[in-house]
């Protein structure tokens, strides 16, 4: 089945405690991409990536780290986590980067930051 | 800069047409993209419109006027499993770079 994985689905942790939350697609994805959604704010793209090694920046990327070694994979790291980045975290992934292409979500992974 | 408007909440009857409105300010636009959110579930893709005028698929349908820097979401024969959150979304520079709106909260009322 075609699909974007993401874990863990929940998360809690501590202020300062590296983690990472994994993002795996099996469609053979160029673009693959990271979104923060909150409450009345819609989503945020976190960061992107148009393939392996190339990752960029999104709206809002402070705090968080992203690498791109092979092309299903797309990990999202948080070096020192705050309650600021309390949140739900989408990743999702395209057939190619462009304004026209359909961005498959993964299911969410929800983060509290205490 | 880049950014969506949408209305928070609309609420209708089953059996209804809604219209769910997104308006945009960019400095450079490239199409509109729709996707439904149900609580707890991820976001999936509805519809995309890259030039001015009407999309059809089904009982939904996506409207872009350029020229009035808006779109809208339109569904038809409402029904109940259509409540969730309606989201549009917008590239930015060659479509590396997307932006959402805030959400449009849809409940169907039987």
């Known amino acids: 089945e075609a699909q974007v994985t993401q874990n863990p689905r929940y998360l809690i942790t501590v202020t300062g405690k590296k983690l990472t939350v994994t993002c795996s697609q099996n469609m053979n994805h160029e673009y693959m991409s990271w979104y923060r959604q909150d409450p009345g704010l819609g989503l945020r793209q976190i960061y992107y990536s148009m393939n392996v090694e190339v990752t960029d920046k999104g709206d809002v990327p402070e705090g968080y780290k992203v690498s791109r070694k092979e092309k299903r994979n797309f990990p999202l790291i948080l070096e020192s986590p705050s309650p600021n980045q309390t949140s739900l975290y989408f990743c999702a992934s395209s057939l190619l980067a462009g304004y026209q292409e359909t961005q498959y979500f993964g299911p969410g992974t929800r983060l509290l930051v205490l | 800069g880049q950014s969506l408007e949408q209305p928070s909440e609309v609420t209708a009857v089953e059996g209804a047409i809604v219209q769910i409105n997104c308006t945009y300010q960019t400095s450079g636009f490239y199409g509109l993209s729709w996707y439904q959110q149900h609580d707890g579930g991820a976001p999936t893709f509805l519809s995309y419109?890259?030039?001015?005028g009407l999309e059809e698929t089904g009982r939904f349908s996506s409207f872009l006027s350029r020229s009035d820097s808006y779109g809208y979401l339109l569904l038809q024969e409402l029904q109940m499993k259509d409540s969730a959150s309606y989201f549009c979304?917008?590239?930015?520079?060659?479509?590396?770079?997307?932006?959402f709106g805030p959400g449009t909260r849809l409940s169907v009322l039987p």
């Open positions: 979304a917008a590239p930015r520079g060659d479509g590396q770079n997307f932006v």
């Open positions: 419109n890259g030039l001015d």
